[in-house]
């Protein structure tokens, strides 16, 4: 690994509705459980790490509104979906405060 900046293919095909929504549903629902563990693990609601949880799992809720209608569209049209989903990855070394 030469580099500190990687891109990795995490999804890419051409998925029916039903098969779109087994991909992009779980992708999201797993984030969202990451979230919430992560506000549960925490004893303080103003912890900074907590606000930017919450504000995620709304964000993904969101999302995952749009792909259900964008499945339900796909769907009643007889369309398949082309995903293609890259993940960038930059190492770095925080800031100390």
Known sequence: ???????????????SPINSADV????????IK?????ILS???EDDP???HAKKRIAELKES???ITN???HARNQNF??????????????????
């Open 1 to 15: 690994m030469n580099s500190m900046y990687n891109n990795i293919k995490l999804v890419e095909g051409i998925y």
């Open 64 to 66: 995952r509104k749009l």
């Open 80 to 97: 398949h979906m082309k995903i293609d989903g890259t993940v960038n990855i930059e190492l770095f070394k925080p800031m100390k405060i």
């Open 34 to 38: 990451f979230h919430n563990l992560q």
């Open 49 to 51: 790490n907590v606000i």
């Open 70 to 72: 964008l499945i339900i």
């Open 42 to 44: 925490s004893k303080n």
């Open 24 to 31: 992009l549903l779980s992708l999201i629902a797993d984030k």
